[in-house]
């Protein structure tokens, strides 16, 4: 009996990793993609400021987006019946792009780089 256990665990198992593998990654693997800074070099620091709060949201948005369909697209390949949520991994690397060169603008420019709030940007 012991050895039916074992082996339907290792065939669980390597059925779990072989539906893992076709599902969209975790947003911590998702590797930003290199954007350009010539686009914000002509930014003062208060309009770097909200672009970088801008692309900060939309970086959290398309982040759970993210979470959602990695964990989604496992629960659909394990049998579950779940509308797939789209894997947002192309923009989410695109938006973490920005933010490194957004920050790397700000840097150069030496521009204050805090979580600044809406209300002080529109002043």
């Given at each position: 009996?012991?050895?039916?256990?074992?082996?339907?665990?290792?065939?669980?198992?390597?059925?779990?990793?072989?539906?893992?593998?076709?599902?969209?990654?975790?947003?911590?693997?998702?590797?930003?993609?290199?954007?350009?800074?010539?686009?914000?070099?002509g930014?003062?620091?208060?309009?770097?400021?909200?672009?970088?709060?801008?692309?900060?949201?939309?970086?959290?948005?398309?982040?759970?987006?993210?979470?959602?369909?990695?964990?989604?697209?496992?629960?659909?390949?394990?049998?579950?019946?779940?509308?797939?949520?789209?894997?947002?991994?192309?923009?989410?690397?695109?938006?973490?792009?920005?933010?490194?060169?957004?920050?790397?603008?700000?840097?150069t420019?030496?521009?204050?780089?805090?979580?600044?709030?809406?209300?002080?940007?529109?002043?």
């Amino acid at each position: 009996m012991p050895a039916i256990r074992f082996r339907t665990f290792v065939i669980l198992a390597a059925a779990c990793t072989l539906c893992r593998c076709a599902s969209p990654p975790l947003p911590e693997d998702v590797q930003p993609v290199p954007i350009s800074t010539e686009a914000y070099l002509g930014m003062s620091c208060q309009q770097l400021a909200l672009e970088a709060l801008n692309t900060g949201d939309r970086l959290q948005r398309l982040t759970e987006q993210q979470r959602n369909a990695y964990y989604r697209d496992g629960l659909v390949n394990m049998g579950h019946d779940y509308e797939t949520v789209p894997d947002r991994a192309g923009s989410l690397a695109r938006a973490k792009g920005e933010m490194i060169a957004i920050g790397s603008v700000q840097h150069t420019k030496g521009c204050p780089t805090g979580q600044p709030s809406n209300q002080a940007l529109k002043q």
